[in-house]
């Protein structure tokens, strides 16, 4: 009863890898990929649009933060603050009607200099001590925000209506952010993935699993603990420029501190030191309070804990870890009866022998 | 492990746009929203011939829960009422129902930016939501979408400046309105008074102050003898009370939004046998949550204003107004427990005032409603205390600038004519 449809799912998946060893499917999926992002926001509707858009802005954030604490191991509590001056920076800029290339220079900039500033600081101290420092940011941002109102509007906040669709483009404004968070944010996304699969993110795999090791191979701690909280500011600067693309306004409540948590949350849910876990994580974030507002709007806060707990509990490695989660099931299933054992084995040396990844997943559930 | 990673990515952005799809419920071709300039005299979005759809955005979670629930309840109670008795007739002749969708926003304005979003193309206007950050984060793209944001709960002037906000309306007064009220009761006492001013140092403090001092400008028996600030941050402000208490002042103006810290300052002035008479804004002057813990009765009078009956005032047990709006509450609203913040009051008036916009506007139309909003004048709400009424015609104020100063009777508050 069971076994035809698991027999067949492990064929298919058979077929499949070796489809996907042609290298014109290599070329084509990326591409395909491609066209669909440049199509989607034109068919989409307006409020579709307007959700990836964000689910874009939120991915960037936990990207950033993916990066110092999935892939480097240190744990931050303060990327909310390096959106919130991005955001800042940006809406500055706009209202002072700089343009707009030096703003977004300035918005990745302005948060990647502070972000070298608290961790030229915070990584000469070990383990969750940094966690301590960079909790401070988001408490001492929201004061900040509001006293130094000449530049951030106080409580008030700051409203920069900038990215409208340009006369003549026929887009919708929707269609016209959309577009701009796929390429900044996709711009991004690749940067980061070609980052941590070379010669650094061998360095901060090496950093996260054992700082000794790493100074014995002549690897500084110290140096790449600076460098991925630098970039990690500096991707939060971007997913605050973004935020002001999509939501137009910012606040101290940008960064009030209970979105720091929310987004450690999206991180770990989506998937720590995972590319597609950072975009998990970023509809996560964005998605689930929309979910649960369906659901009932007075429970909200209830029912995302009650989501968070199951997440955690069935998927500990977070979402990225599905797919694995669902072969290794059939794997089992299939080893019980003794066949398609074969046919499995070359994909789980594939999985557990190259990648780095799944283990420190697994183990960040418990930093 | 590049193409086995490059399949995940592929497969995870699928999931991704597939979960965003299922969870807007794929908006379909519907772009009404999108272009603005539907065809002249359509019916707007959200508007059929038997009911009209209203929305809402509000902290219903979080440390702003409570009035954010309450400005839900009173709204969806007044209609639920109305909705019973047959609907609201429309000035065009036809009889709704009024349906409220209410969204949490949990006072995050990006989240409060996103349930606007997704709930525009589905309401007629929006309305009744709590939070200056979070009614701000939407304001351009209500102004861009020609989306009413009518009678939000904020006393930021921004909204009621019908040139700046052609789509808004703020409902409750500005904090202008309420420091110039207790401002003019005390120049008019006669008596010459020594006045300490407290105030937060952000919109919200400067707001009272400026409302305060423009109407005790020209009284020459008020004499501001100093004049602190505290952050909103702040923890104590213990060292500006002692300061002040220094002053002799007889009269402290205190412009503090925080209830722990109003409860302290009452205290520390107690500790320091310093007994002047003292303003509280409006929401931090509850009898219950500030005054009793602070010790209130032990000062010669305690000021605040107000513009709503408070139900659990006995003065008003018997009142009309009182026990049909509780009665609905409890009914309608899913609001069981007798309202903790005036928000339900206010809410609640909201409701009656969108009547009687609805009653005025001759198309079903947002710019017809817009106009009929706008031509409200001396609107007598259920719940309003004598003397403050509805007013949307005057620019630059919101829909209630009419307050009344109370003073405290060691219970609950009683209107006052005269400082005494």
């Known amino acids: 009863m069971a076994s035809a449809p698991s027999n067949r799912a492990s064929t298919s998946s058979s077929s499949l890898s070796s489809l996907r060893q042609r290298p014109w499917v290599r070329w084509a999926a990326p591409l395909l990929l491609v066209v669909v992002l440049a199509v989607l926001p034109l068919v989409m509707s307006e409020f579709v649009n307007e959700t990836l858009a964000r689910i874009g802005v939120f991915a960037v954030a936990v990207l950033g933060l993916n990066v110092v604490m999935g892939y480097a191991g240190q744990v931050s509590l303060g990327q909310i603050f390096f959106l919130g001056v991005g955001a800042y920076v940006t809406a500055y800029g706009v209202t002072n009607e700089w343009n707009i290339v030096l703003v977004f220079v300035l918005a990745c900039l302005v948060p990647a200099v502070a972000g070298l500033v608290v961790a030229l600081a915070a990584a000469r101290l070990g383990g969750l001590a940094i966690a301590m420092v960079t909790i401070a940011l988001p408490i001492v941002g929201v004061p900040l925000a509001k006293r130094l109102s000449e530049y951030t509007g106080g409580s008030q906040g700051l409203s920069a209506r900038f990215a409208e669709a340009p006369e003549g483009s026929g887009l919708f404004d929707d269609q016209w952010q959309l577009y701009i968070v796929l390429v900044i944010g996709g711009t991004v996304f690749l940067l980061t993935r070609f980052l941590v699969r070379g010669k650094y993110g061998r360095a901060f795999a090496i950093v996260k699993g054992n700082e000794n090791v790493a100074s014995s191979m002549g690897i500084s701690p110290y140096r790449y603990k600076v460098l991925a909280f630098t970039i990690a500011s500096l991707i939060g600067g971007v997913s605050g420029f973004l935020y002001m693309v999509v939501i137009q306004y910012t606040s101290p409540e940008t960064m009030s501190f209970g979105h720091s948590i929310e987004l450690l949350a999206a991180m770990v849910i989506g998937g720590a030191a995972s590319i597609v876990g950072s975009l998990l994580g970023g509809a996560f974030y964005v998605l689930v309070p929309q979910l649960t507002n369906q659901v009932d709007a007075s429970l909200t806060t209830l029912l995302q804990g009650v989501i968070l707990l199951v997440v955690l509990f069935v998927l500990p490695g977070g979402l990225a870890s599905l797919p694995r989660a669902l072969t290794r099931g059939r794997r089992r299933s299939g080893a019980e009866r003794g066949a398609a054992a074969s046919t499995t084995s070359p994909s789980s040396t594939l999985g557990s022998g190259t990648s780095a990844e799944e283990p420190e997943t697994e183990r960040q559930g418990h930093a | ?420």
């Not at chain 2, 709930?119 to 939501?129: C, Q, R, Y």
């Not at chain 2, 300061?243 to 002042?249: F, I, K, R, T, V």
């Not at chain 2, 009765?297 to 003065?315: M, R």
Request: proline fraction near 6%; include cysteine.
């Open chain 2, 1 to 420: 492990m590049n193409r086995h990673f490059g399949a995940r990515r592929a497969l995870g952005i699928a999931v991704a746009s597939a979960l965003a799809v299922a969870v807007t419920g794929c908006g379909g071709g519907d772009d009404a929203g999108r272009s603005g300039d539907a065809a002249e005299g359509a019916p707007s979005p959200g508007i059929t011939d038997t009911s009209v759809t209203l929305g809402i955005t509000t902290p219903l979670s979080g440390s702003t829960a409570g009035p954010g629930t309450c400005t839900v309840a009173g709204v969806t109670a007044y209609f639920g009422m109305k909705n019973a008795e047959g609907g609201v007739e429309f000035g065009d002749g036809k009889t709704r129902t009024v349906e409220i969708e209410a969204l949490d926003d949990g006072y995050d304005p990006q989240q409060a930016k996103a349930n606007y979003d997704q709930l525009k193309d589905d309401v007629f206007a929006m309305t009744a939501g709590l939070g200056t950050p979070t009614n701000r984060a939407w304001r351009d793209a209500a102004i861009a979408d020609e989306v009413p944001q009518a009678l939000i709960m904020t006393g930021d002037p921004l909204f009621s400046d019908t040139e700046e906000s052609p789509w808004q309306l703020g409902f409750v007064p500005v904090y202008q309105n309420e420091g110039e009220a207790f401002g003019e009761l005390l120049a008019a006492s006669g008596e010459d008074h020594k006045v300490a001013i407290l105030s937060q140092n952000d919109d919200y403090g400067a707001g009272y102050v400026e409302g305060f001092k423009s109407a005790v400008e020209d009284a020459d028996n008020i004499e501001i003898v100093d004049e602190l600030t505290y952050e909103a941050t702040d923890t104590s402000v213990d060292a500006q009370i002692t300061e002040l208490a220094a002053s002799n002042a007889d009269v402290i103006f205190n412009a503090m939004s925080l209830v722990p810290l109003v409860v302290s300052a009452l205290q520390k002035a107690q500790q320091l046998n310093w007994k002047p008479s003292w303003f509280l804004p409006s929401n931090t002057s509850s009898p219950g949550a500030v005054l009793e813990p602070g010790g209130g009765a032990a000062f010669p009078g305690i000021y605040s204003v107000s513009f709503a009956k408070a139900p659990a005032s006995p003065a008003f047990a018997q009142d009309e107004d009182v026990v049909a709006y509780l009665a609905a509450l409890k009914q309608y609203g899913d609001y069981p427990d007798p309202p903790a913040f005036p928000h339900c009051q206010w809410s609640w008036m909201v409701g009656a005032t969108l009547e009687q916009a609805f009653q005025n506007m001759e198309e079903p139309t947002r710019d017809s409603f817009m106009e009929a909003l706008r031509s409200i004048e001396g609107f007598q709400a259920p719940l309003m205390l004598p003397d403050t009424a509805v007013d949307t015609t005057q620019d630059g104020q919101p829909a209630v600038s009419s307050v009344v100063v109370q003073k405290y009777n060691g219970r609950g508050y009683d209107t006052v004519e005269a400082f005494e």
